[in-house]
Nanobody, 119 residues
Framework: QVQLVESGGGLVQAGGSLRLPCTAS????????MGWYRQAPGKQRELVAR???????NYADSVKGRFTISRDNAKNTVYLQMNSLKPEDTAVYYC?????????????WGQGTQVTVSS
């Protein structure tokens, strides 16, 4: 089992910035991926950004150039730096962890943190 603890959400004006940290604990695989997904009201949960333990990243097209994902493997912590926020970024953001050692391994989720961007 893996537990994820998120923080950093809040209310910010359009054009502002927020940083979302997430720390994983428990049975952490040596090769894994951590990331952030988001879900706006009435919409499906979507990938925002993901980073593997080796450092490779992928981003949703809608956040490229504005958001940066990074991680500290020693602390099992991933960070999502969100700049130039837009009202359409408003959503509940969920931290995610997945082992990459076993194919189709279970994904673990945090409890979610609300990000609200006002226009």
């Amino acid at each position: 089992q893996v537990q994820l603890v998120e923080s950093g959400g809040g209310l910010v004006q359009a054009g502002g910035s927020l940083r979302l940290p997430c720390t994983a604990s428990g049975s952490i695989a040596s090769i894994n991926a951590m990331g952030w997904y988001r879900q706006a009201p009435g919409k499906q949960r979507e990938l925002v950004a993901r980073i593997a333990s080796g450092g490779s990243t992928n981003y949703a097209d809608s956040v490229k150039g504005r958001f940066t994902i990074s991680r500290d493997n020693a602390k099992n912590t991933v960070y999502l730096q969100m700049n130039s926020l837009k009202p359409e970024d408003t959503a509940v953001y969920y931290c995610n962890y997945q082992s990459l050692i076993t194919p189709l391994s279970v994904m673990f989720w945090g409890q979610g943190t609300q990000v609200t961007v006002s226009s």
